[in-house]
């Protein structure tokens, strides 16, 4: 089965760029979905397709996908994206895949 | 709106069954092809299982497969998931999610504790 790799834990200064990575076996080929989790609240999709941010998605939140690599950058981090945040893909049989999380922190 | 409440969520003991319900407003359920997803106390995300737009196609994860059912309450504009023989491993906040296509969850509701525990 189709397995998505991500780091669990990124630490980041405030105003400086986070970048979370999802790996995955020829990943650049699957349309990957980025969501954002903060404590005791659902998901919300920040980026989806691999580059496409969600409607009312600050600019600072970019996508990237090639490779084995997807990856969400965060630019000028600030305290308020400290959540974790999951990567998906749509795998066969109409089934959801979903990265293990990193979980943001601003130090 | 596009809206999604999920309820039934309860403790329940090991073995036993529970019924869960996905209702929606907003939007017309059958249109769309719906997921449930479970996150456990302190994990990440787990796919659960899927109802297509047309009621026609169920998938399932292999840890729930012949265990549970999700099924459509349409005149309702409500899901159903059917749980069975619960396991300890089943705890979990279960989230129902709208699928907008290509496997991308647009909305999700604020999910339904289940607790398997004796």
């Known amino acids: 089965s189709y397995v998505l790799t991500q780091p669990p834990s990124v630490s980041v200064a405030p105003g400086k760029t986070a970048t979370i990575t999802c790996g995955g076996s020829?990943?650049?080929?699957?349309?990957v979905h980025w969501y954002q989790q903060k404590p005791g609240q659902a998901p919300v999709v920040v980026i989806h397709n691999d580059v496409d941010r969600s409607s009312g998605v600050p600019e600072r939140f970019s996508g990237s996908n090639s490779g084995n690599t997807a990856s969400l950058t965060i630019s000028r981090v600030e305290a308020g994206d400290e959540a974790a945040y999951y990567c998906q893909v749509w795998g066969t049989g109409n089934h959801l895949i979903f990265g293990g999380g990193t979980e943001l922190t601003v130090l | 709106q596009v809206q999604l409440v999920e309820s039934g969520g309860t403790l329940v003991q090991p073995g036993r069954s529970l019924r869960l319900s996905c209702a929606a407003s907003g939007f017309t359920v059958s249109d769309y092809d719906i997921h449930w997803v479970r996150q456990a106390p302190g994990k990440g995300l787990d796919w659960v299982a899927v109802?297509?737009?047309?009621?026609?196609?169920?998938f399932y994860a292999d840890s729930v497969r012949g265990r549970f059912t999700v099924s459509g309450d349409f005149s309702r504009n409500r899901l159903i998931l059917q749980m069975t023989s619960l396991m300890p491993e089943d705890t979990a906040l279960y989230y129902c999610?709208?699928?907008?296509?290509?496997?991308?969850?647009?909305?999700w509701g604020q999910g339904t504790l289940v607790t398997v525990s004796s």
């Open positions: 109802l297509s737009s047309d009621a026609m196609d169920t």
């Open positions: 020829n990943i650049g080929g699957k349309g």
């Open positions: 999610g709208r699928d907008r296509g290509g496997g991308l969850i647009d909305h």
